[in-house]
């Protein structure tokens, strides 16, 4: 079985810019969540999305947004990018969402660096 | 404002010795708490878990202790081993919510 598959591994982008990232579940999984790894922040979740619908977000601005497609497929985006962007974007997938278990199955990461 | 919170960046353990690594978290709503392990250019990999109606949880060589009085978890390797060396997040989540808060993280190391 598949693991969490996160597209592209790594990228370098310059300031203003924006970025999407990718992200394909484990099959059957209908839950994908975002985190932001930093080194002084640890793990930071971003948003939660289930059935196409983003059931939860976290405390980032508005340049940071998502969607999930009807194959539970995620994308990331984060326009206007600044130097603090810099940063480890994981993605992780669950069979279900809101019952507490918080079993994720994380991805790789994407690794982005912001000059 | 760091709602789970792991003090000790890093700990290094001889091989066959006990590993003790300790969170601490402040929200009391937190009902369900997370251990999970990071390898360098990987993502985390989820070790054990403990929900709030219990005191321990045991899983083999890890077990997880949780004091909801002093809001205060800790896990337990024992043997540890060199192929534990990673860093360990603790992570707390509330039932309902799918959102998981994690610690910054304590990096172990485990010598021969």
């Known amino acids: 079985k598949a693991g969490v598959t996160q597209t592209p591994r790594y990228l370098i982008k310059t300031r203003g810019q924006q970025v999407t990232l990718s992200c394909s579940p484990i099959?059957?999984?209908?839950?994908v969540s975002w985190y932001q790894q930093t080194p002084g922040q640890g793990l930071q979740f971003l948003f939660e999305y289930f059935s196409e619908t983003q059931r939860n977000k976290g405390n980032f601005p508005g340049r940071f947004s998502g969607r999930q497609f009807s194959n539970s497929r995620s994308e990331m985006n984060v326009s206007t990018l600044e130097l603090g962007d810099s940063a480890l974007y994981l993605c992780?997938?669950?069979?279900?969402?809101?019952?507490?278990?918080?079993?994720?199955?994380f991805g790789e990461g994407s690794r982005l660096t912001v000059l | 404002d760091q709602q789970v919170k792991q003090n000790s960046p890093s700990l290094s353990v001889q091989e066959g010795r006990i590993s003790i690594l300790n969170c601490d978290y402040t929200n009391s709503m937190f009902d369900y708490f997370l251990w999970y392990k990071k390898y360098p250019a990987e993502g985390p990999t989820f070790l054990i878990s403990?929900?709030?109606?219990?005191d321990k949880n045991e899983d083999g060589r890890f077990t997880v202790f949780l004091n909801k009085s002093a809001k205060h978890l800790s896990l337990h390797i024992v043997p540890s081993q060199p192929g534990d060396s990673a860093v360990y997040f603790c992570?707390?989540?509330?039932?309902?919510?799918?959102?998981?808060?994690f610690g910054t993280g304590t990096r172990l190391l485990v010598s021969p």
């Open positions: 992570a707390a989540s509330r039932t309902g919510f799918q959102k998981l808060v």
């Open positions: 099959s059957g999984h209908r839950s």
């Open positions: 403990i929900s709030s109606i219990k």
């Open positions: 992780a997938s669950s069979l279900r969402t809101g019952v507490g278990t918080g079993e994720l199955f």
